[in-house]
């Protein structure tokens, strides 16, 4: 694998597990000094551990203010400063609409659109330093719907343009901003939130791979590989890159 991130520096959210730690691993490879970030310290360990010395682990909650200070402070120490920000935690919540409760929907915003919000405006004086990126974490469900997946595909609709905005916004600073909008991939995020048990998880894995026009459903490594290329791209910005399998296409057999 080509060393093309030597001398760079990403703070990864949520990089304990999914989309998060293989980007982590995969970016380490290319040379880079990674600071993944999560509340579950036993996982950011493991990756931790399977990446070594160019790898910093900070347990930390992104949607708490002085957690996003430290995460970045750390990132930049770790790294001797910030190529890029990689905002992929996040969280789901499903329902029909009469049952939604308010709370839990305002959490979930604060979880998969405030936090990335606000850890990029913090991130913005060190990657104009550097010229980088941020890359945001968007979803086939803006692409697809998915009964009873309001909540999580709002959020992501609202990523997903935020990231056409910070690209005209942060243009003049040489920062650009791209999304990666993944298919299926099997994560822990549903079994995270309680949604379903890891059989039920893949049985419905198994549900989805037929939607995708190549017949499977994607791996987290796949998805890395588009997060790099997004870093790795000096002229592309306000991207909404498409990794998905074809999910998208909306493909039937009619």
């Known amino acids: 694998m080509d060393k093309q ?7 990864i959210t949520g990089g304990g597990s999914g989309i998060g730690a293989a980007t982590a691993r995969m970016l380490a490879a290319q040379g880079a000094r990674i600071t993944i970030c999560g509340r579950r310290a036993n996982k950011l360990d493991d990756v931790k551990d399977t990446i070594g010395e160019a790898c910093c682990a900070v347990v930390a909650d992104v949607t708490d203010d002085n957690a996003r200070v430290s995460v970045i402070e750390a990132a930049v120490k770790h790294g001797n400063g910030l190529s890029g920000l ?14 939604l409760k308010q709370d839990r ?7 998969n659109v405030v936090a990335g919000m606000m850890l990029s405006g913090l991130a913005v004086p060190h990657l104009e330093k ?14 697809r719907a998915f ?8 959020t992501k609709s609202a990523v997903q343009t935020l990231t ?24 822990e995020i549903n079994q995270r939130a309680g949604i379903f048990t890891e059989e ?20 987290v490594e796949e998805v890395a590989e588009a997060i790099s290329f ?25």
């Not at 549900?207 to 190549?214: E, M, R």
């Open 5 to 11: 991130f030597i001398g760079q520096s990403f703070l």
């Open 86 to 99: 990689i905002n992929n935690a996040g969280n789901m919540y499903r329902g029909a609409i009469e049952t």
């Open 105 to 111: 929907l305002l959490e979930l915003f604060n979880q």
């Open 130 to 143: 550097t010229a980088g990126s941020i890359v945001f974490i968007g979803s086939a469900h803006t692409r």
């Open 147 to 154: 009964p009873g997946a309001s909540p999580y595909a709002a």
């Open 164 to 187: 056409k905005v910070l690209a005209a916004e942060l243009g003049d600073k040489s920062i650009r901003v791209n999304c990666v909008i993944p298919g299926a991939v099997p994560t």
């Open 200 to 219: 039920e998880a893949a049985e419905r894995y198994e549900a989805l791979a037929p939607l995708h026009a190549l017949g499977r459903v994607g791996s």
């Open 230 to 254: 997004l870093l790795s791209s000096p002229w592309t910005t306000g991207a909404l890159l498409d990794v998905d399998g074809g999910l998208g296409l909306g493909l039937t057999n009619q």
